[in-house]
């Protein structure tokens, strides 16, 4: 199977800081990939560069075996890499149906009546269980709520590869639940890179972890191939059972 | 996106005002009517402001520049080469459109603070170019375009835009136009693009959206729109002066979009109207006019941050456009 997407030597430096550091990335079609590492370890910076909110200092990215490393990023959220920021980044003063038929009519390259925004937005609110707050306005919703927001709108650009950036922060148990079976469901037709702090989530959803450090890949492998592996224990998840306990 | 019902009312809301400038044409006394003409005429220059800041929430300090390509776009041929009223709108619309795709094409490079100097150094350069060439613009004292030059022959009768009524009902028509023009713009998909750039442009872009190509398509929209105000003035009232180049036409605009309602239809013309007369009634008992404005701008801004529409729109009538 040919990768969806590939980094060879991806590389960004702020001044002295190797955010990203000579990193190879591969990406199967159809995978639920979780990025995890510690805070600082370049998870972040890392996906801005594949979606084009920074430009490496170095190093390719090829997508869909088309070289995108100088491509916009409006480009190439237009070849399908959506992105979700890690902070909640919806149109606040939008109503949440405005925030949904942003993406959509971007997407619709056919028929132009008003109908198929209306459905195709709706659509995305419902897969969320947002349909009935259609109208209120995006930044008075509760948090979760506008989380789930964030991902509808990374939905309703119908992507290949959606890039989710710490999408349970700050949900509740419940709504993290809801979030694992919507999440599983999004999988059936686009491939996903998750990146996450909340181990149970990552453990419930990854296919593969690679596990990041100082800008680096340190690990990568199956969820219990990373469970099991020293180096990835000591540099981050005996501090992150530690921060949960 | 509001329903069907809400569409119809906000259409039906534009026709009224339109009907009722129509309907003062019969009404007003003659200083008033005269008076009303003009602001329609400014209203569209600060319709085609609001577009930019409102909507696209770029604040420009320029855009005198685009009204005074309108000006001398339309008043320099049909002055000079003799253009009939058609030609020479034409020909200030046209000139908008260029200056404000070149402007466009170079200011937008910036944004925030950057972006109000580049665009008031740009309407700096352009005035003093109307001052430069003095010798076909008269610079500050500025050409007078005489009457017969001023009428449109309809097959066997003329249209003289001279005459009162007729540049009243022209000023309407032009006034209603753009109204139109900018009610389709922002309730279209494009005006929605416009609106999440003005909240959030980093997101806008993250959603697959050419931003500048977008702000670019704004300002030129917003300066067409302004030069036309320009070529109207110039046509129906018949002078073209510096004066509409110089930076107090640049901040105009915004005090009346301020005024009336930034990002609201409506507002600019409720906010030139209300200036108009506010600066018309105080200089007729004190040559310090410009303090009692001043101060009503500064109560303003802190009871009516949004501008009148803006706050009758919070506060009652949520699907004002």
């Known amino acids: 199977m040919t990768a969806l997407l590939t980094t060879k030597g991806l590389s960004r430096h702020f001044g002295g800081l190797r955010a990203v550091d000579n990193v190879d990335f591969s990406l199967e079609p159809g995978e639920i990939r979780a990025v995890i590492g510690p805070n600082g370890a370049g998870k972040t910076t890392f996906v801005s560069l594949v979606c084009g909110r920074y430009a490496p200092t170095s190093g390719s990215i090829v997508f869909d075996g088309e070289d995108i490393t100088a491509m916009p990023a409006h480009l190439r959220v237009r070849r399908g890499i959506a992105y979700t920021f890690q902070i909640t980044s919806v149109f606040a003063n939008l109503s949440a149906y405005d925030n949904v038929a942003l993406p959509v009519q971007r997407t619709l390259t056919d028929g132009r009546s008003r109908g198929a925004v209306r459905q195709g937005a709706m659509e995305a609110l419902e897969r969320v269980g947002l349909a009935g707050r259609a109208h209120e306005q995006a930044g008075t919703l509760a948090y979760g709520h506008q989380r789930l927001l964030e991902v509808a709108m990374g939905l309703a650009l119908r992507p290949r590869l959606l890039i989710l950036d710490e999408p349970t922060q700050g949900l509740s148990d419940g709504e993290i639940e809801n979030f694992i079976a919507l999440a599983r469901e999004i999988a059936r037709d686009a491939t996903i890179l998750l990146i996450e702090h909340n181990m149970p989530v990552v453990m419930a959803l990854a296919r593969r972890i690679s596990v990041f450090n100082a800008g680096r890949i340190l690990a990568e492998g199956s969820p219990a191939e990373i469970r099991a592996n020293a180096a990835v224990q000591e540099a981050y998840l005996g501090t992150a059972q530690e921060a949960e306990a | ?321």
């Open chain 2, 1 to 321: 996106m509001s329903g069907d019902g809400a569409t119809a009312r906000v259409y039906a809301l534009h026709a009224v005002v339109i009907a009722l400038l129509v309907a003062l044409n019969y009404i007003l006394p003659e200083y008033h009517h005269g008076v009303l003409a003009r602001v329609l005429v400014l209203a569209i220059f600060a319709m085609g402001y609001n577009l930019l800041f409102g909507y696209v929430g770029l604040l420009s300090l320029g855009h005198a520049m685009f009204f005074a390509a309108g000006l001398y776009g339309a008043g320099l041929p049909l002055y000079h080469l003799g253009w009939g009223v058609v030609p020479a709108f034409a020909g200030g619309v046209g000139a908008g459109f260029l200056v404000s795709l070149i402007v466009g094409l170079l200011a937008l490079r910036t944004s925030g603070v950057a972006f109000m100097i580049v665009t008031m150094m740009f309407a700096q350069v352009f005035y003093l170019v109307t001052l430069y060439f003095g010798a076909w613009t008269r610079g500050d004292e500025g050409l007078v375009l005489q009457q017969q030059a001023r009428q449109i022959t309809l097959g066997t009768g003329t249209l003289d835009l001279t005459n009162p009524a007729t540049r009243y009902l022209s000023a309407v028509a032009l006034f209603a136009a753009a109204l139109f023009a900018t009610l389709a713009i922002v309730r279209s998909r494009h005006g929605r693009v416009l609106v999440a750039i003005r909240e959030n442009e980093e997101r806008a872009k993250m959603l697959g959206y050419d931003t500048f190509a977008n702000k670019l398509a704004a300002v030129v929209t917003s300066g067409v729109i302004c030069a036309a105000a320009g070529a109207a003035y110039a046509l129906l009232f018949g002078y073209v002066g510096s004066t509409f180049a110089s930076v107090q036409y640049s901040i105009l605009p915004l005090l009346w979009v301020l005024l009336g309602g930034a990002a609201t239809t409506l507002g600019p013309l409720l906010g030139t109207l209300f200036m108009y007369y506010v600066i018309d009634i105080t200089s007729s008992y004190t040559s310090a006019y410009m303090l009692i404005v001043g101060a009503m701008l500064i109560l303003l801004v802190l009871w009516f941050r949004k501008g009148v529409l803006g706050t009758l729109r919070d506060r009652w009538l949520g699907w004002l456009p």
